[in-house]
């Protein structure tokens, strides 16, 4: 039987939430985004209900920041200050990566979101697939947000462990061996689920300072979105 792949009603929503039990009693702020960027915050760090409001700014169409254009944020002290109660931030950049050292699969899912991971690269190991801007479909009859999988890519060289690394001019995304963070200022902290578990998320982009006070930009990726405390950046098209 075919699929029922199309928007999500409103029923079927209030039900997910339950199944969720996601905390609904934050109210959704806004902010004016710098004009330079033309964005806007959708919710901030502590508006309490991440998952609905990126699920449903995808469903919507809307522009959620990618990896790269939060970075751009994380970098200049004048936008940060515009945006920094949404950080960290989950982005529209997504990824999916299998338990270290295995092979990636058929099929991903996670946190109600499914991959069908294209033939050309499933049983490839030490890669993960990137999905540059995320898009997803909800299936009502099964409860699941299924990812657009047009434009995936294959990150070749991804870590196997959470550490500082050298982040891949595209994507922004950790890849190749461990450095020092004092000796690159463009190290990134990568962290991943070391576990034996298939992960299916967006990059959730932030910041840390390192034991000498340096700071420096990370990609999460262990994080479950359903519970993560997180803003969510769209693009601002009403001008």
Partial sequence: MTEKHHRISRGAWDDLRRD?????????????????????????????????????????????????????????????????????????????????????????????????????????????LVLPNMKVQFNEDKRRFYLDTENVQALYGFPQESGWYLPDPEFGIPQGPQVNPESYPEAMYLSRSSVDILTVTPILSGDVHTSLGMLKRTADVSYTLSTVAAGVIVEDESN
């Fill in 20 to 128: 969720l039990d996601i905390d609904m009693s934050a109210k959704r702020t806004g902010s004016s985004g710098d004009q330079r960027l033309k964005a806007k915050i959708l919710v901030d760090n502590q508006y309490g209900d991440t998952f609905s409001a990126y699920i449903e700014a995808l469903l919507r169409g809307e522009k959620v920041l990618s990896h790269p254009q939060l970075l751009e944020i994380l970098k200049d002290p004048e936008l940060f200050g515009t945006f920094k109660n949404a950080f960290p931030a989950v982005s529209s950049t997504g990824i999916a990566y299998p338990a270290p050292h295995n092979a990636m699969p058929h099929r991903m899912w996670c946190d109600k979101l499914f991959l069908e991971v294209p033939d050309q690269f499933k049983d490839q190991s030490d890669i993960a």
